[in-house]
C-alpha cells in the first residue's frame, strides 16, 4: 500500500510562494505517475501538475503554467511542487495523488488516482 505524507502548506499573501513536498511510504517510485490535486471548498477536484516517473514527463494545467513547478529527488522518494505568484484563487487543499495506470493530464477534473495523500491546506489572503 502506497502513501503519502504532504507537508509545506501555510496562510501566505497574494504574490507570495510556497514549497510543497510529498513523501512516498515506499521508494523509488517507479512506475507511477504522481500528481498535485487540489480542491477548493464547493469545488471540484483538479490536477495541478503531474510528473512520470516512468520518462519523468510533466504536465501542468493552464493555471499552472509560469507559476508551478513540479520536481523529484533524486532518490524518487519525494515529489515537490513550487508555488510562485500565487493567488486567492489558488487557496486549496492540495493533495498527492499517484497512480500506475493513470497518465498524467489524463483526466483533469477528479482524477481517478488509486493512491492519496491526506492534503495539506494553502491559504492566499492579505
Known amino acids: 500500500q502506497l502513501e503519502f505524507v504532504e507537508s509545506g502548506g501555510d496562510l501566505v499573501q497574494p504574490g507570495g510562494s510556497l514549497r510543497l513536498s510529498c513523501l512516498a511510504s515506499?521508494?523509488?517510485?517507479?512506475?507511477?505517475?504522481v500528481a498535485w490535486v487540489r480542491q477548493a471548498p464547493g469545488k471540484e477536484r483538479e490536477e495541478v501538475s503531474c510528473?512520470?516517473?516512468?520518462?519523468?514527463?510533466?504536465y501542468y494545467a493552464d493555471f499552472a503554467k509560469g507559476r508551478f513547478t513540479i520536481s523529484r529527488n533524486s532518490a524518487r522518494s519525494r515529489v515537490y511542487l513550487q508555488l510562485n505568484d500565487l493567488k486567492p484563487e489558488d487557496t486549496a487543499v492540495y493533495y498527492c495523488a499517484a497512480d500506475s495506470r493513470q497518465r498524467c493530464g489524463s483526466s483533469a477534473k477528479s482524477p481517478p488516482f488509486e493512491y492519496w495523500g491526506q492534503g495539506t491546506q494553502v491559504t492566499v489572503s492579505s
Open positions: 515506499s521508494y523509488p517510485l517507479r512506475d507511477y505517475a
Open positions: 510528473i512520470d516517473m516512468r520518462d519523468y514527463s510533466t
